[in-house]
């Protein structure tokens, strides 16, 4: 009789221990599901911050033209770097700037290679009169980066409007108003800096 009380005393043990399997699988189980359903949650809202970050970039001053979303990856022109003499009139400065034009259509991009000496000319003339306070600041790399944008272009007789003239035109008094040109749309879609050393 001894050991009928032992077998029955040892087998509650064993029920209770699959009984402890049974709830460590199904709390492992939710919190798999959890997981998973938390990672899809996040993986939908993805997307909504991609395009808010987008919004973002087209507020930026520099604002790349909206062109039509295209299968073929940009084409990208970088230009030798440019070290040039700043403006500067206290002391002597200088700067060493790196650009990369990006443009959607490779055919441009032959012809902005074809252009190459006239558009460093006009890129230097740009450079040489900014000073180095100009240069240090988001605003002012923004504005160089409009102003490498025209004068990249201007070679290849495409005029782009320039916004300071607008600008000026419009705090000015009323004088004789100039009549609007046609909006050109610029096929250097982005100015890029590889590198930016102001001395």
Known sequence: MATAPAAEGAAPPKGGGSKKLIIIIAAVLVLVLAGGGAALMLLKKKPAEDGEEGAEATEAPVKAKAHAKSDKPPTFVPLDPFTVNLADKDVDRFAQI??????????????????????????????????????????????????????????????????????????????????????????????????????
């Open 98 to 199: 790196g650009v990369t034009l990006q443009v959607e259509d490779p055919h441009f991009a032959d012809q902005i290679k074809a252009y190459m000496p006239a558009i460093r000319s006009n890129v230097l003339m740009v450079l040489s009169h900014k000073t180095a306070v100009e240069l240090l600041t988001r605003e002012g790399k923004d504005k160089l980066a409009k102003d490498i944008m025209r004068e990249s272009v201007r070679p290849m007789g495409i005029e782009l409007d320039d916004d300071d003239d607008d600008e000026a035109a419009a705090d000015a008094p009323k004088k004789k108003k100039k009549k609007k040109k046609a909006h050109v749309e610029s096929p250097i879609t982005q100015v890029l800096f590889s590198n930016f050393i102001v001395q």
